[in-house]
C-alpha cells in the first residue's frame, strides 16, 4: 500500500495499512473511510482524518469510533466527511420566501461548516421545518427547485465544503469485460412499482380527484400499483405524477479493478456484453476496497436517474428564472471513443 496515506491531525502514516474501504452513495450525503491498521493506536475519537491515493486527497473527515481487538494486533477506525453533520443535527425553522442557496447558508452556517458550490437560485421557498435535519431541510429546498427545473441535486462534501452538485456528469472512466471487470451481476423487480397516480385536491373540506397519470401498459401487464399526489399551486402537476411513476426496477453491480474515478453521482461507461450492460450507467453506490497490493471497486449501477427527495407540510411558489448551463465537471473521451454514435446517453 505505497501510494496510500493517510494524515491523522497532519501527521502522514503509510505501510501500516492491512485494509482500507473508502465509500459513498448518491442517497444520503456522507462518504466513509475504514481503516484496520497494525502497531501502535494512531487515532483518538474526533481527530481530523486525510485520506489520499496517488498523492490525490480523496476524503477530509473526522474519527467517529475507533476500536482494537485484545487477541490480535489490529485496531480498527472509521471516519465520515463533514456532511455527516447535516444529518446528525435537527432544527426547528420556518422559511418564508428564501432562495436555497440561502437556506443552505443557514443550516451550514450554523453548523460551521463551509459552503462550496451550489446551482443559481431559480425558485423561493416557503415551509416550517420542525425536528428535521440539516440534510432534509436543504433538501427539501433543492427538490422544490427540482420540480421546477427536472434537474437533479445531491448534496456532498468536497474538500470539506458543501456542495450542491447536479448528479450525472460523465467521467473518463470505461469498464469492459476484457480488462477491468472481474465479476457483474443484473436483476429484475416490480416490488417498487408504481403505475398510476392519482391527483387530487381539497377544497371546502371536500376531496376533488382531479386526474389520474398511468403507465397503461405497466398496468395491463403486472396490475394496479397506485400512489395519490395533492394538487400544488404553480407547478406543473402532470410532469410531477409522471415523475412518481415507476416501472421495472433494474439493478446491477459491478466488482472490477480499482479506480478512483468511479464515485456515485457520476456516469461511467461500460462494455459488458454477458450482461448486457452496454452504454452509460449511473453510478448508484461505490465502494472502493484497498487491501495488501491490490484495489477493488464494487459498484452498484443506476438505471433512472432520480432524485432523493424529502416533502414538508407548505407548498410553494416558484419564480420565473433564465436556464442556467451547467458545465462537465469531467471529460468523457474513452466512452465516446466506444459509443461514437447512435448511444443514449440517460
Same mark, same amino acid.
Given at each position: ?25 448518491? %442517497? ?31 476524503? %477530509?473527515?473526522?474519527?467517529?469510533? %475507533?476500536?482494537? !481487538? ?6 480498527? /477506525? ?16 420556518? /422559511?418564508?420566501?428564501?432562495? +436555497? ?17 451550489? +446551482? ?111 394538487? &400544488? ?39 459488458? +456484453? ?37 416533502? /414538508? ?23 465516446? &471513443? ?6 443514449? !446517453?440517460?
Amino acid at each position: 500500500m505505497e501510494k496510500l496515506k493517510i494524515y491523522v491531525n497532519g501527521k502522514e502514516y503509510k505501510n501500516i495499512f492491512t485494509r482500507v474501504i473508502w465509500s459513498g452513495a448518491i %442517497h444520503g450525503t456522507a462518504r466513509k473511510l475504514e481503516v484496520e491498521y497494525l502497531g501502535d493506536i494512531i487515532t483518538n475519537i474526533g481527530d481530523g482524518i486525510v485520506f489520499s491515493y496517488e498523492d490525490e486527497k480523496l476524503f %477530509h473527515g473526522k474519527v467517529f469510533q %475507533h476500536s482494537r !481487538k485484545g487477541e490480535t494486533e489490529i485496531k480498527n /477506525f472509521y471516519a465520515y466527511d463533514n456532511s455527516i453533520y447535516l444529518n446528525k443535527n435537527n432544527f426547528v425553522k420556518n /422559511f418564508f420566501q428564501k432562495k +436555497p442557496s440561502e437556506i443552505l447558508k443557514e443550516i451550514c452556517g450554523e453548523l460551521n461548516l463551509k459552503v462550496g458550490k451550489f +446551482p443559481k437560485d431559480e425558485v423561493t421557498c416557503t415551509y416550517p421545518a420542525i425536528d428535521r435535519s440539516g440534510y432534509e431541510i436543504i433538501l427539501n429546498a433543492y427538490t422544490i427547485q427540482h420540480r421546477k427545473n427536472k434537474k437533479i441535486y445531491s448534496i456532498v462534501s468536497n474538500e470539506q465544503a458543501i456542495d450542491i452538485v447536479e448528479q450525472g456528469t460523465y467521467t473518463d472512466v470505461l469498464l469492459t469485460s476484457a480488462d477491468n471487470i472481474s465479476t457483474s451481476s443484473y436483476e429484475e423487480s416490480i416490488e417498487n412499482m408504481i403505475n398510476q397516480i392519482v391527483i387530487y385536491k381539497v377544497e371546502n373540506e371536500k376531496q376533488q380527484i382531479l386526474n389520474k397519470v398511468e403507465n397503461a401498459e405497466d398496468k395491463k401487464k403486472f396490475g394496479l400499483f397506485q400512489q395519490v399526489m395533492e394538487y &400544488e399551486k404553480d407547478v406543473d402537476n402532470i410532469a410531477n405524477a409522471k415523475d412518481m411513476l415507476k416501472s421495472v426496477e433494474k439493478s446491477a453491480r459491478i466488482y472490477c479493478l480499482g479506480n478512483i474515478l468511479i464515485q456515485a453521482g457520476y456516469n461511467i461507461g461500460i462494455q459488458e +456484453p454477458h450482461t448486457g450492460l452496454i452504454g452509460s450507467f449511473l453510478v448508484k453506490s461505490d465502494t472502493h476496497i484497498f487491501e495488501g497490493e491490490t484495489y477493488f471497486c464494487n459498484i452498484e449501477l443506476a438505471f433512472e436517474n432520480v432524485m432523493d427527495k424529502v416533502q /414538508f407540510e407548505n407548498k410553494e411558489k416558484a419564480k420565473k428564472s433564465k436556464k442556467q448551463k451547467v458545465k462537465k465537471a469531467k471529460k468523457k473521451d474513452k466512452i465516446d &471513443e466506444l459509443f461514437s454514435e447512435g448511444w443514449d !446517453k440517460k
